[in-house]
């Protein structure tokens, strides 16, 4: 059984151990998880938009989601990139 991420600034073991394709470090903080084959690591999205507006503050949110969409999702072949979500809160 695998145990969730914890919101910790540290990459689990098991992304290091099957050697997952991350992005950098800055982005540590925006990992959620790794899908059930153990082959991805999964991002948060919004996470990583407020990553990139703290390193520019003068970036709209468009700004940001072109430099996502352009320089991070596009960055990696699709068979071994990270998985890109947007988290979604559920209501009871």
Request: aromatic share 6%.
């Amino acid at each position: 059984m695998i145990a969730p991420i914890k919101s910790e600034p540290v990459l689990p073991d098991l992304v290091l151990e099957h050697g997952l394709h991350v992005l950098t470090d800055e982005y540590n903080d925006c990992i959620i998880g790794i899908n059930a084959e153990c082959t991805r690591v999964v991002y948060d999205i919004e996470k990583i938009l407020e990553v990139i507006q703290q390193q520019d503050k003068n970036l709209t949110r468009d700004d940001c989601w072109e430099h996502f969409s352009h320089n991070i999702q596009d960055c990696m072949p699709r068979e071994v990139s990270p998985v890109y979500i947007f988290p979604i809160e559920i209501k009871e």
